[in-house]
Structures are given as structure tokens and as C-alpha cells.
């Protein structure tokens, strides 16, 4: 997938977002957005994949007073 066809993906999958949250969560919305989350995780290389899990697992920093 080239970076116009992913860029094409990722703004589907907004506006499928978008429809879901304006039929609130509606069954439709959500099974299309499921779709889309779908084909946009199978467009990211799994080492990306792996990174962004890592990061997301990462204990917050706090602020110091």
C-alpha cells in the first residue's frame, strides 16, 4: 500500500468514526468502523505495530511539584 492509498485509508476511517459518534454507536456505524480500524492495523509494518504497543504499556510520567 503506497503512502496516498494509506493516507486515503486513515481519512476513511475518521469519517467512519465520525458517522459512528453522530448515530451514537449505532450497530452499523460500529461494525463499519471495525472494518476500517481492521484494514488500517493490517497497513502498519509490525514493527511499528510493536513500538506503538510498547508505548502505549509505558507507565505515565507525573509531574513534579
Same mark, same amino acid.
Given at each position: #500500500? $503506497?503512502? $496516498?492509498? *494509506?493516507?486515503?485509508?486513515? %481519512?476513511? &476511517? &475518521?469519517? +467512519?468514526?465520525? $458517522? !459512528? +459518534?453522530?448515530?451514537?454507536? !449505532?450497530?452499523?456505524?460500529?461494525?463499519? +468502523? %471495525? *472494518?476500517?480500524? *481492521? #484494514?488500517?492495523?493490517?497497513?502498519?509494518?509490525?514493527?511499528?505495530?510493536?513500538?506503538?504497543?510498547?508505548?502505549?504499556?509505558?507507565?505515565? &510520567?507525573?509531574? *513534579?511539584?
Amino acid at each position: #500500500m $503506497d503512502l $496516498d492509498e *494509506r493516507q486515503i485509508l486513515m %481519512a476513511s &476511517v &475518521v469519517l +467512519l468514526y465520525e $458517522d !459512528h +459518534l453522530n448515530s451514537n454507536g !449505532h450497530i452499523r456505524t460500529a461494525k463499519d +468502523l %471495525a *472494518r476500517g480500524m *481492521r #484494514m488500517l492495523r493490517e497497513s502498519v509494518s509490525p514493527e511499528i505495530m510493536e513500538m506503538c504497543k510498547e508505548f502505549k504499556c509505558q507507565v505515565p &510520567v507525573t509531574e *513534579r511539584s
